[in-house]
């Protein structure tokens, strides 16, 4: 007796309507990450200690933090703690220095650290 002949169903994916007319083929998804290239060449005059303020979007965004160290990597980068108490490594390009406030046994008075440039 001969053995009979073995039938797959055919595939779903051939089953699928073909796409909009004139549509382009390869669309864009909305997941896809945009990687911004001037990353890359960083943001120079921060040292450990001094005040920021971190600018852009995400996590802790428009909060002031200090400083905490500064790692070596391909994309320039520190490590702050913020006011809060909470750290987090930033892109330095996302930074935005701040002035340090006076000490507290300094003799200008209010007005004249108001007044100066």
Known sequence: MRKRKTTYPVARTSRRP???AGAPEQQIRTTVASIDLS???GRDGFTTG???RIAGVG???GEE???ESIPGGVIPSVLVRTDAGRTRRVRTIDLEPLQSPPKA???ASA???VQSP
């Open 39 to 41: 990353a890359g060449q």
């Open 18 to 20: 073909a796409g909009p």
């Open 50 to 52: 001094s005040r920021v």
């Open 105 to 107: 046994g300094s003799s």
């Open 111 to 113: 007005e004249e650290r």
């Open 65 to 67: 933090a200090t400083v």
């Open 59 to 61: 996590l802790y965004s």
